[in-house]
């Protein structure tokens, strides 16, 4: 299916030598688009740091048509999303990719944002619904000549270089905030007087992840105070992980809660924290975006790109550059960046936003 796919555009390339070419748009649009579709069917922080773009739209073109399209494992948390008119989900692959593209030729989208999307099937995707202008972020696909412009890698806030694309229209940018689905923003925890801690200890990339000997130290100094509970936060894959820290003797105030949560529970799980200490990952993005005080600990990636980008006074990040570990191929990575954060520095800063 891929192989045909790749020939069946290599055809439509050839026979649309006009389309327009990489370069800036050289002027806004002359009329607001009727359909808009969003691509954000990567992984949960990702698709997290798409919805700003979402609320910029609405506000821009309030009568547009806004369909949003993500990872089926993450669409529970964006439903009743106030900007969204359509939701849309795939498995962002090849796989399925043809069922999805049937649904993008009945909705005829004017414009398509691939804000945080796979490639390289995801430009042809694109292309072939029908949209007339089609803007990503800068990147290298093998598909750039079929973009509508070609935008410029900055050293700014991945939020920003969402929000550039929308920027080659012309629209005035009203939001930098993410947010999930309305019914995920109300509401709090159950609370009985005890602190609760949330460790999101694991990463997509073992790379980004704290070791789990220092959560376990670092559990038992925060356990030294009465009145407090840490919560193990993560999904099934992570099981492994928060079983070795309760095997460390970290303390018996520490909840076992990884695979625990369906993805539309984990919003109220977090909103019950005073604190969440966490690798860079999916559930720091969606605790920063409900307002959940979050420490966040940073080597192997850039805070000023994916770091907090709101309410900068409520959130603390921990940041010993490590970022070298950046030239070495994914699969070849450790988590020695990551060690460059000591336990203390972590517990310190802990303690004052506790305080």
């Known amino acids: 299916m891929r192989w045909w796919i790749l020939l069946w555009l290599r055809i439509y390339r050839w026979r649309h030598p006009d389309r327009p070419q990489p370069w800036p748009l050289p002027a806004p649009l002359a009329t607001p688009p009727a359909t808009v579709l969003v691509v954000a069917n990567t992984a949960l922080g990702d698709t997290l740091l798409c919805t700003p773009a979402l609320k910029v739209i609405r506000d821009n073109w309030p009568q547009a048509r806004i369909l949003f399209l993500v ?53 042809p995707m694109a292309v072939l619904s029908g949209a007339s202008i089609v803007l990503k972020p800068y990147n290298h696909s093998e598909w750039a000549a079929l973009l509508s412009a070609r935008l410029p890698q900055r050293r700014q806030h991945v939020i920003e270089d969402k929000l550039d694309t929308l ?72 099981i492994a992980r928060a079983e070795a820290l309760l095997a460390d003797g970290a303390g018996s105030d520490i ?14 799980a977090l909103r019950a924290l005073d604190l969440l200490i966490s690798n860079d990952t999916g559930p720091m993005h969606l605790a920063i975006a409900l307002g959940v005080p ?33 030239k070495l191929p994914k699969k070849q990575r450790s988590d020695v960046a990551m060690r460059k954060i000591p336990v203390a520095e972590v517990l310190a800063a802990a303690e004052a936003m506790l305080s």
């Not at 920027?167 to 709090?188: A, E, K, S």
Request: proline share 5%.
């Open 294 to 326: 979050t420490l966040c600990l940073f080597a192997a990636t850039d805070p000023v790109r994916i770091g907090p980008y709101q309410d900068l006074d409520r959130h603390r990040v921990i940041f010993h550059d490590g970022l070298d570990v950046q």
């Open 167 to 238: 920027r080659q229209l012309g629209v005035d940018i009203t939001c930098t905030r993410m947010q999930p689905g309305r019914r995920h923003l109300v509401g709090d925890g159950a609370r009985d007087g005890l602190v609760h801690i949330g460790f999101q200890l694991g990463a997509a990339d073992v790379y980004k992840c704290w070791p789990g000997e220092r959560f376990a130290e670092l559990a038992r100094g925060l356990l030294q105070r009465p009145g407090r509970r840490i919560h193990l936060i993560g999904s099934s894959a992570e």
């Open 255 to 268: 909840s076992m809660d990884c695979g625990r949560y369906r993805i539309d529970e984990l919003p109220a």
């Open 71 to 123: 990872h089926q494992r993450y669409a529970p948390l964006f439903s009743e999303h106030e900007a969204v008119d359509v939701l849309l989900s795939d498995t962002g692959g090849w796989r399925g990719m043809l069922s999805t593209l049937r649904r993008l030729r009945r909705e005829r989208p004017d414009v398509v944002l691939l804000l945080h999307s796979n490639g390289p099937q995801d430009v």
